[in-house]
């Protein structure tokens, strides 16, 4: 009842515990009850992250896709988590062709997840921040590796979104989303919080995306595209922009703002206040289901 309780703060997620609990009532005698609980890995986006961190710490750009991609989808293990594109320098927008379900290469996306539809495939919203601007919100989620570290992981909160929300509709239609971001460096115990209401994302006014959020199976994009944010500023995958180089801090992700995705200046990762050169630097987009 609510007579006596006590809060255990000392678990892990994903780890199991056994309690015993002792009662000695007046005229009754002692009595005993037991139970036992799993806690839940990565239902709090701000756990989820820390996972993340543990789980790719020693992984980088070199390492497979098919190695990442299973240790990111492992932090929950059940099936809730999804990875749904691995954009590379060099195959991110109207370079970069799918796999028919589970990425396994880089440079590609997922047609399977892209197309998941129904209550059973609404995404997770955000849970778990100290800033509680942060909860709430359906979200996509990014890991980045440049070809000797991994650099972080992150979170896009989309803010004008409900928990019926599908991955589709993120891209579909082309459109200007206002978001939330959150990130977590490798290393770092402490998160940072991008609540700027000024910070927008459009992948591409010429994505052409079709129902399912991508324009056909061997091009995600018709023209260009950017997956990522910068903080307090509306960024577009095309010109004019703005893209993630027109700003020195608080931006993360890869783009081809204009031209090929090969050309050398789209052979850039922001990362923050870092503009990472290398020609095999990949990130890793993924959702959470509700469920």
Known sequence: TNQMSTTDGSLTSGET???????????????????????????????????????LSSSR????????VDLIEGVLGNGGLRVFASPTLG?????????????????????????????????????GFSNDLLNGHPYIGFVAMTNSQYLGSGVMLYRDYDNTTHLRELFFPADDRR????????????????????????FSNSQSPGYYGYYRSDKFSSDDGIWGFANGHAVDGNTPGPSLRSFSNSRFGIQNYNGSDT??????????????KFG????????????
Do not use: C, P
């Open 91 to 127: 195959s991110m927008a109207e370079q970069m062709g799918s796999q028919s379900d589970d990425i396994t290469q880089k440079g590609r996306f997922s047609r399977a997840v892209m197309q998941r539809t129904g209550s059973s495939n609404y995404l997770a919203e955000s849970a």
């Open 179 to 202: 978001i939330y971001g959150a990130v977590l460096d490798n290393g770092a115990s402490t998160l940072e919080a991008y609540t700027s209401s000024g910070t927008r994302t459009t």
């Open 17 to 55: 515990y056994h309690y015993r609990v002792t009662a000695n009532i007046v005229d009754v005698g002692a009595g005993a009850s037991t139970t036992s609980l799993t806690t839940e890995s990565g239902t709090d986006t701000r756990v989820l992250l820390t996972d993340l961190n543990n789980a």
């Open 263 to 276: 050309e050398t200046d789209n052979q850039e990762l922001y990362w923050d206040n870092q503009t990472l």
């Open 61 to 68: 750009a070199s390492t497979s896709a098919n190695t990442v």
């Open 280 to 291: 095999n630097a990949t990130m890793y987009f993924f959702v959470v289901y509700n469920d």
